[in-house]
């Protein structure tokens, strides 16, 4: 079931299902891809607590062996509605005994949508309801459509950092592992990407430690989106191999396994540890701009 909220310049609709943002609409625009499943099935999910894929699809915490899927155990899930204040729709989500199967910890994730004038701000709040210490990755996972308008293309569009960037992405392996001793496409003091469907032959562009904290999605009169993302030290962009007319943009608190991964959790690139009842927070923000 949709969820809707709106002001004056944003109407949005989120699924229950994985709180998921299903759509943004401005001025008769949809600026949140529309989930065709011949491409990809989802629009904007969370990745929690693992970012991409696992070494063999599993990985051992406190020397026992757990299957956790691809972006982790909260996209498919149902969360709660809590309702909608002013401004603010709110969702839930807790660990059950399914998870706990999966993942051991006794985990909280809240969503926030807020909307405020043209700006739609998406803010996540882990808390570590166990009494053992809880790692976890982060991320999200938004798409949105490209082109905007009618009469442009996919390659009319382009992505503006904030600061410079100078990265070496690394190659995506067969079995979605990173190698980082292999460069799939380095790029230095750049502060702009020109979109094109080859860019993503090597399957995603990761920036592992990007300085900027905003980039532009935009077309050659400048319109699209800001999108701002706070607390994530990783940005992804990937769009499939095929005519779909989308590009994501992903703000990650870590990442894919490392091909040569011993496969222990703790071990895992920017992990989060909380203690008990100790919360941490991630937002990103999507601005419209006209």
């Not at 904007?44 to 299957?67: N, R």
């Not at 985990?107 to 976890?136: A, C, E, H, R, W």
């Amino acid at each position: 079931m949709l969820k809707a909220l709106e002001n004056q310049n944003i109407k949005i609709e989120v699924s229950e299902n994985g709180a998921e943002l299903k759509s943004l609409k401005s001025d008769g625009i949809e600026y949140i891809w529309y989930s065709r499943p011949e491409y990809w099935r989802f629009c904007a999910p969370f990745l929690f607590p693992i970012v991409g894929t696992l070494k063999d699809k599993e990985t051992i915490i406190k020397g026992k062996t757990y299957k956790i899927p691809q972006h982790g155990i909260v996209r498919t899930k149902k969360f709660k509605y809590l309702g909608t204040i002013d401004n603010t729709m709110s969702f839930v989500d807790q660990y059950d005994e399914e998870t706990l199967k999966t993942y051991p910890f006794k985990y909280q994730l809240n969503v926030d949508y807020i909307l405020d004038s043209n700006k739609l701000t998406t803010l996540l709040t882990v808390k570590n309801l166990g009494d053992d210490v809880m790692p976890f990755n982060i991320g999200g996972h938004p798409a949105f459509n490209v082109p905007l308008y009618e009469n442009e293309t996919f390659e009319d569009y382009k992505i503006i950092f904030e600061e410079k960037e100078s990265f070496k992405s690394p190659k995506v392996m067969s079995n979605a592992t990173l190698n980082f001793d292999e460069v799939a496409m380095e790029c230095n003091d750049i502060t702009e990407i020109n979109l094109k469907k080859s860019l993503c032959d090597i399957d995603t562009i990761i920036l592992p430690s990007i300085k900027s904290r905003s980039v532009r999605l935009v077309n050659k009169e400048l319109k699209g989106i800001k999108f701002s993302f706070n607390n994530f030290n990783t940005l992804a962009i990937w769009t499939p191999f095929n005519d779909a007319s989308f590009v994501c943009l992903e703000p990650w608190r870590g990442y894919n396994d490392r091909y040569d991964s011993n496969k222990d959790f703790i071990t895992k690139d920017n992990l989060v540890f909380l203690k008990k009842d100790e919360t941490y927070q991630v937002s990103y923000t999507i601005e419209l701009i006209k």
